[in-house]
Nanobody, 119 residues
């Protein structure tokens, strides 16, 4: 069973960088697209980025385009979100999710990792 676990969150100053990881601790052979989402206090969860199973297609929210990079290493059952030039508005709990067989619905979710950007 797919079990997604995020790591890599923390506190960083404006302009800094962080890399989040999303590991499938179940080490399954399931094929799924990976999405990253975030939720700031008092706000709804929002989409950040997604990458296809084969890693050839990716898509970003306008708010992070050019600053964040999504990637994956299927041999390690792990996805990544490289975040550069962070700003306080990026402060949120970040979640990774899996879209099984790329059907357009995220059915697997991690518990999230906190990212805090200080001004």
């Amino acid at each position: 069973q797919v079990q997604l676990v995020e790591s890599g969150g923390g506190l960083v100053q404006t302009g800094g960088s962080l890399t989040l990881s999303c590991e499938d601790s179940g080490r399954t052979s399931a094929r799924y697209a990976i999405g990253w989402f975030r939720q700031a206090p008092g706000k709804e969860r929002e989409f950040v980025a997604t990458i296809s199973w084969n890693g050839l297609a990716s898509f970003y929210a306008d708010s992070v385009k050019g600053r964040f990079t999504i990637s994956r290493d299927n041999a390690k059952s792990t996805g990544y979100l490289q975040m550069n030039r962070l700003i306080p508005e990026d402060t949120a709990v970040y979640y990774c999710a899996g879209d099984l067989e790329e059907r357009g619905q995220y059915v697997y979710w991690g518990r999230g990792t906190q990212v805090t950007v200080s001004s």
